[in-house]
Nanobody
Framework: QVQLVESGGGLVQPGGSLRLSCAAS????????MAWYRQAPGKERELVAS??????TNYAASLKGRFTISWGNARTLYLQMNSLKPEDTAVYYC??????WGQGTQVTVSA
């Protein structure tokens, strides 16, 4: 069993930045890929970004250029979010190969 704990969410004004962190209880390189997802109220969960053990990244088309996924170390995953918009408001989840999930961290973008 792998545990994932997200942190770094909060309230930010439009145009601001946040960096989300995901702390894993085991090496994230044990998984084929790590990813960030988000779910806004009344909407389905959607992929934000993913990164493979080889370092290949993939982003939702609407987010490319504003969000960056990266590793910190063998047990930490990051999501740097810049130029945030109100529509980015959602609960953000960390996932290990879509097998393990964190509890989520709330991001609210509002003036």
């Amino acid at each position: 069993q792998v545990q994932l704990v997200e942190s770094g969410g909060g309230l930010v004004q439009p145009g601001g930045s946040l960096r989300l962190s995901c702390a894993a209880s085991a090496s994230i390189f044990s998984f084929n890929f790590m990813a960030w997802y988000r779910q806004a109220p009344g909407k389905e969960r959607e992929l934000v970004a993913s990164i493979t053990t080889g370092g290949n990244t993939n982003y939702a088309a609407s987010l490319k250029g504003r969000f960056t996924i990266s590793w910190g170390n063998a047990r930490t995953l990051y999501l740097q979010m810049n130029s945030l918009k109100p529509e980015d408001t959602a609960v953000y989840y960390c996932s290990a190969s879509e097998t393990y999930w964190g509890q989520g961290t709330q991001v609210t973008v509002s003036a």
